[in-house]
């Protein structure tokens, strides 16, 4: 996603497009497997506990979020080190890349289940509260916003953050991400659900933001060599596959249980690292794979956002196809062969159609200092 507020790193778009296809990966396998062996709509009460290493961390592949919201915190920042925000022009921008397809899908969910409108349940959704109860509720069109409205939530917060941090960046966020967490804590103590407060809201992503911001300015002040980094990248992403099959062994994302307060944090540490070491391993990489995970990574959103309406779309013709008679393996193959390519189809028709009219709109919202280096124009604005 290219931008004259921020200078392209060819690696960020790797980074998007292997979250995207690790929640198509994600919701492929749990969608079709449910059905393989209920035949009804997908629930958490038989939550799939495979026995490979790998398998159980595709299980738990909503980790995707987590690297978004790390990767969010990171690229916004990255742009907005040796500058002053024009805040008004940031959320602009943000605005016009995110909400053109957000709007389509909740109009998308009201024309195929009219019987749930209510004025309260949307007027909250397309106010940037679909992640709260109450909001509009017409699946598969709207399963995947409530992700979006943690995003806004974090945008309007972004500008008085980033003050805040570049005060000082190590103790500011130690102290700010050590408050989040004690009061997660109280309010688990006080009733709350420690997987859902950490899971869908503001309050529980925003560490995750936070060490994204953080990792920016990591990135800057500690350049690292491709082989450092290479070591970065491969060591993080082996704990995270492996604390992902301890989460799954735990019970994995059903599990209410109030340790899963510090979960956010601990996704966010890892993520940021494996975002710094693979930037600095992979962003002067060239070849036909870089262009095409970066041609991904240019739709993620699209992806991101469309990919739970075409498997449960496919559900609904009856697929799965049985490959093995097993069912994981036969999950992910039915994921691979049928709803990732058609995934992909419709979301570079949504991103050209929906999301580039609305993307070639934005402008600049940096103010640059006299004497800091000017960000090179690169493409339409951010």
Sequence with gaps: ??????????????????????????????????????????????????????????????????????????????????????????????????YPLFLLLVFAGIAAAPGNFQWSSFLQTVFGFANLPGALVAPPFSSMLWTIAVEWQFYVLFPLLLMILKRGWAKNLAGLVAVLILFRWMAVVAGGNARDLAYTTIFGRLDQFLIGMAAAECFRRYPLSRRAGAWLAALSLASMVGA????????????????????????????????????????????????????????????????????????????????????VVDALLNTLFFALPATLLVSALTYRFIEWPFLRLRGRYRRDRPGAPVTPRTGPGE
């Design 1 to 98: 996603m290219r931008s004259p507020n921020i200078r392209y790193l060819p690696a960020v778009d790797h980074l998007r497009a292997y979250a995207a296809l690790l929640i198509v990966l994600y919701h492929g396998l749990h969608l079709f497997a449910y059905f393989a062996r209920f035949h009804q709509p997908f629930g958490i009460d038989h939550w799939l506990q495979p026995g490979n290493v790998v398998a159980a961390a595709l299980t738990e592949g909503h980790t995707a979020v987590a690297l978004f919201m790390v990767l969010s915190g990171f690229i916004l920042t990255h742009g907005s080190l040796d500058t002053d925000l024009d805040a008004r022009g940031f959320l602009r921008n943000r605005l016009l890349r995110t």
């Design 244 to 327: 992902l099959a301890a989460f799954n062994v735990a019970g994995g994302w059903p599990v209410v249980s109030t340790w899963k307060i510090l979960w956010p944090t601990f996704e966010g540490l890892i993520w940021a690292a494996f975002v710094i070491g693979y930037i600095d391993l992979a962003n002067d990489a060239r070849g036909l794979w870089s262009r095409l995970l970066a041609r991904i990574g240019e739709i993620s959103y699209s992806i991101y956002l469309i990919h739970f309406i075409v498997i449960t779309t496919m559900i609904t013709f009856a697929l799965p196809v049985v490959f093995s008679g097993h069912v």
